[in-house]
């Protein structure tokens, strides 16, 4: 037998409770993570249980015309979503049960759930928050027609008072969506091998959306904390402080990639639109593109002609190139600072290039791998710029709209050639063209506050805690702060950091750097410490000597460096070789190493501006001579 809705708007059965007007479903009081199309199919099928509910019906009803590109997937995914949560079967249903080419019903008990009545038999006014004593058992003629009155009144009341909130409400959905964050794409292929195209899929569509400057999109490092969370979107925006949440499905099978997206006002958890994409393999840029174009759409953001160029320019791609490439691109994105995985990402992208030579973010992403083996000493500096270099000028010839590619041409600008004019314009560059790409505004602030460039640096700084809550960001923020010479600001920073990751070796070091800088030598030494228990870096202990020497120790700060200059020689950079020295007053070698360091181009510019230990040099002409010569006063 049917059930009709009921005015409480509460089913229950079993231990569950549907709160129709809430829009909650709740086990045992606890709310449970079903919304949007599934909660409005399993409170359709409860108020007709008993009852076959054919596919058309729910088709009209919850997907109209034009809101849907394959129903018949998006039904069957909400459907078994409702089990999931429901802990139901489609082989030995207890609540809902599939009829083949026809629909589903509901076959378990349901019943209304009241709301519980207030004491001494008073009945609750819902129009007036008061109660009303009921009539009395015999009434007169004129009461009885004077309670008809009042209660048409009373309905008309509710009825305007309904639609004023209707109208209201109806308003408040329309809510300006002026930031976002993807959540981890699901992989339903059933196959975990497939892990890292639902992967792969989430940061190429984060990528494409932070092409639109009107649109704050949250970095990927931020939401991959996210994947497989029991917690509420809700919660989940706050967190992130975003106002809409993306979220849905990944399918490769065969020769066809399917995704399927849904929409959800965050602040409500209300949702907003669904659509799925079934496209064949070699169009994935393509589906991409459309998805980044539906979504920005929907939120109504502001896209520029050319930012809209820019997400829907795509063309067919080898499968083969496209699987490389975003293997290549995790293998980056999470162990960029480990040598063996660079070396990994830099082959998968070589793989990418071989079966589709003219695939752009393949030579991008290759350029990166270079870059980062620099940086970590997996491949000499000169070898590797040089290599980065030509990977670039490909990829820009290829196509000149990608952010991430000026991001890294503005780092080889700055770190490799010191042109401080080409890497300014890089990084200004990028930002241009991919405004929510935390990357770039990292790499700006860190390269405008070595500049001496602080209220600007201090801007970006103040972008990417919009855009990127992880430690990347953190290192970012420390460095930028130890790059000005801020140090009250730095010990903050780093100490936001160290929360993220209380084993974070630079961190450890920024602190030390930081109390070292004001004057809190003992605590500087511990931090040092620290940072000397998790990385094997000739820099630290030069740094806790430097604090030794400073504290007056100087005979156990001299015994420390004679031991690293003994055993460092053959494997420590020029740099550090001239920060042993300068630790131990021998300013002449000290200088002849920071001179081979910048013949040799292993110098990083920020540190012979920015650090303590060759403070000592610093009324050293030829140190001067050194700092023109790397375009610096």
Not at 123 to 129: L, P, Q, S
Not at 455 to 477: F, N, P
């Amino acid at each position: 037998m049917a059930t009709q809705p009921l005015a409480s708007g509460r089913l229950r059965f079993d231990d569950f409770e549907l709160d129709v007007r809430a829009g909650q479903l709740r086990r045992q009081g606890v709310r449970l993570r079903l919304r949007g199309q599934p909660l409005q199919i399993l409170e359709i099928l409860l108020e007709r249980a008993g009852e076959v509910v054919t596919r058309e019906e729910l088709q009209s009803r919850i997907w109209p015309a034009n809101t849907f590109v394959d129903f018949e997937h998006s039904l069957h995914n909400a459907v078994a979503r409702i089990r999931e949560v429901l802990g139901d079967s489609a082989e030995n249903p207890r609540y809902i049960e599939t009829l083949p080419r026809r629909g589903y019903r509901y076959i378990g008990p349901v019943e209304d759930s009241p709301v519980p009545p207030a004491g001494d038999e008073r009945v609750a006014d819902a129009n007036k928050g008061v109660s009303i004593a009921p009539p009395p058992k015999q009434a007169s003629r004129f009461v009885v027609v004077l309670g008809a009155v009042s209660l048409c009144a009373v309905v008309a009341l509710g009825l305007l008072a309904w639609t004023m909130r209707w109208h209201v409400h109806a308003k408040a959905a329309v809510v300006p969506i002026h930031s976002i964050a993807v959540l981890p794409l699901s992989n339903l292929s059933g196959n975990p091998s497939e892990e890292f195209f639902s992967d792969g899929m989430t940061d190429q569509l984060i990528t494409d959306l932070a092409q639109v400057g009107s649109l704050r999109v949250i970095s990927r490092t931020s939401v991959i904390q996210y994947k497989g969370t029991r917690k509420s979107l809700p919660e989940i925006a706050r967190e992130l402080n975003v106002d809409a949440i993306v979220e849905g499905s990944v399918i490769r099978s065969g020769q066809r990639v399917r995704v399927t997206a849904q929409l959800l006002e965050a602040r409500t958890d209300q949702h907003i639109w669904a659509e799925t994409f079934d496209r064949d393999q070699g169009d994935v840029l393509k589906l991409q593109g459309e998805l980044a174009g539906a979504i920005a759409q929907q939120v109504r953001a502001q896209i520029t002609p050319a930012q809209q160029e820019q997400i829907g320019r795509a063309d067919t791609i080898n499968p083969a190139a496209y699987d490389a490439y975003i293997k290549g691109r995790l293998y980056f994105t999470t162990e960029f600072n480990k040598p063996d995985s660079l070396i990994k990402a830099q082959h998968l992208f070589e793989e990418s290039i071989r079966e589709e030579p003219n695939f752009a973010l393949a030579y991008a992403g290759l350029a990166d791998t270079y870059v980062y083996q620099a940086f970590t000493g997996a491949m000499p500096k000169d070898q590797a710029y040089g290599a980065a270099k030509k990977a670039l000028a490909r990829a820009l010839e290829l196509d000149d709209s990608i952010g991430e590619a000026y991001d890294t041409l503005g780092a080889l600008s700055a770190g490799f050639e010191w042109d401080w004019d080409a890497a300014d314009r890089a990084f200004s560059r990028a930002i241009a063209l991919a405004p929510s790409y935390s990357c770039a505004h990292e790499d700006r602030a860190v390269f405008l506050a070595f500049r001496g460039r602080r209220a600007e640096a201090l801007d970006e700084i103040a972008k990417i805690d919009q855009l990127d809550t992880g430690t990347s960001s953190a290192y970012s923020e420390s460095q930028a702060y130890f790059d000005l010479r801020d140090y009250p600001d730095l010990i903050e920073a780093s100490r936001r950091g160290l929360i993220l990751d209380p084993k974070d070796s630079s961190q450890h070091y920024f602190l030390g750097v930081g109390y070292e800088g004001t004057g809190r030598l003992q605590e500087a030494i511990a931090e040092y410490r620290k940072a000397m228990e998790t990385a094997d870096d000739p820099r630290l202990a030069v740094a806790l000597a430097h604090a030794w020497a400073v504290a007056g120790d100087k005979g156990k700060a001299e015994k420390m460096l004679r031991d690293l200059e003994n055993n460092a020689k053959a494997m420590t950079s020029p740099y550090t070789m001239a920060t042993i020295y300068a630790g131990l007053g021998q300013n002449d070698r000290a200088l002849e190493s920071l001179k081979r360091a910048c013949l040799e181009k292993s110098l990083d510019p920020g540190w012979i501006t920015s650090d303590l230990l060759p403070d000592g040099l610093r009324s050293d002409p030829r140190f001067q001579v050194l700092l023109r010569r790397v375009g610096l006063t």
